[in-house]
């Protein structure tokens, strides 16, 4: 699989956009095209969820760069969602290649930001960190950055392994595989009606 040329674009996380710095065209992002295909509903979304998820993912960030060594002396009311993570990165011993790294794809003009990209029992692919429940929607969210990371990855999308880590309070994970092909050609769909 040969790469395609880089499209050079900037992202605001603020705004959540990947604009395209040659026409200021924004691309669409993984979550609006979840949503626009009728996979995600945030109705359902808590301010307390938006608060939890986002802190979640700042300590666990913090963790995997090495910026917050001190796991047992952070103060954060999301603590244990971080020991969660601690402790399923000791487990599964990832070697983690990306954090939280936007990209966007040349052929398909869309935009994504994966929590990792992991090396994982000898397979490469998008790892995704979760602080509620699973959803239906997961798999095809990384179906969607496996899309996206098989650029970089030089195989095709279907190739690759994707994952999502669950974490509780209570300092408890599960990961889930998702190993169903079919989820990349209901992404390879979305893209192909959305994108």
């Given at each position: 699989?040969?790469?395609?040329e880089?499209?050079?674009?900037?992202?605001?996380?603020?705004?959540?956009?990947?604009?395209?710095l040659?026409t200021?065209e924004?691309?669409p992002?993984?979550?609006?095209?979840?949503q626009?295909a009728?996979?995600?509903?945030?109705?359902?979304?808590?301010?307390?969820?938006?608060?939890?998820?986002?802190?979640?993912?700042?300590?666990?960030t913090d963790?995997?760069l090495g910026?917050l060594?001190?796991?047992?002396?952070c103060?954060?009311?999301?603590k244990g969602?971080?020991?969660?993570?601690?402790?399923?990165m000791?487990a599964l011993?990832?070697?983690?290649?990306?954090?939280?790294?936007?990209?966007?794809?040349?052929?398909?003009?869309?935009g994504?930001?994966?929590?990792?990209?992991v090396?994982?029992f000898?397979?490469?692919?998008?790892?995704?960190?979760k602080?509620?429940?699973?959803e239906?929607?997961h798999?095809?969210q990384?179906?969607?950055?496996?899309?996206?990371?098989?650029?970089?990855?030089?195989?095709?999308?279907?190739?690759?392994?994707r994952?999502?880590?669950?974490?509780q309070?209570?300092?408890?994970?599960r990961?889930e595989?998702?190993t169903?092909?079919?989820?990349?050609?209901?992404?390879?769909?979305i893209?192909?009606?959305y994108?």
């Amino acid at each position: 699989m040969r790469a395609a040329e880089p499209l050079p674009f900037r992202f605001s996380a603020v705004d959540h956009e990947y604009v395209a710095l040659d026409t200021g065209e924004v691309y669409p992002h993984i979550t609006g095209l979840l949503q626009k295909a009728g996979l995600v509903d945030d109705r359902w979304y808590t301010p307390e969820s938006r608060t939890r998820g986002t802190a979640v993912h700042r300590l666990t960030t913090d963790y995997d760069l090495g910026a917050l060594e001190d796991v047992d002396g952070c103060t954060s009311r999301y603590k244990g969602w971080l020991h969660a993570h601690v402790a399923c990165m000791n487990a599964l011993r990832p070697v983690v290649l990306q954090v939280e790294q936007p990209i966007v794809h040349p052929h398909y003009r869309f935009g994504g930001r994966p929590d990792r990209i992991v090396r994982l029992f000898g397979v490469r692919g998008p790892f995704e960190i979760k602080s509620g429940g699973p959803e239906k929607a997961h798999a095809i969210q990384t179906a969607l950055q496996a899309i996206l990371d098989s650029m970089d990855a030089g195989i095709p999308a279907d190739v690759l392994g994707r994952w999502a880590a669950y974490y509780q309070e209570n300092g408890k994970y599960r990961v889930e595989a998702f190993t169903d092909r079919r989820d990349i050609d209901t992404a390879l769909k979305i893209l192909k009606e959305y994108a």
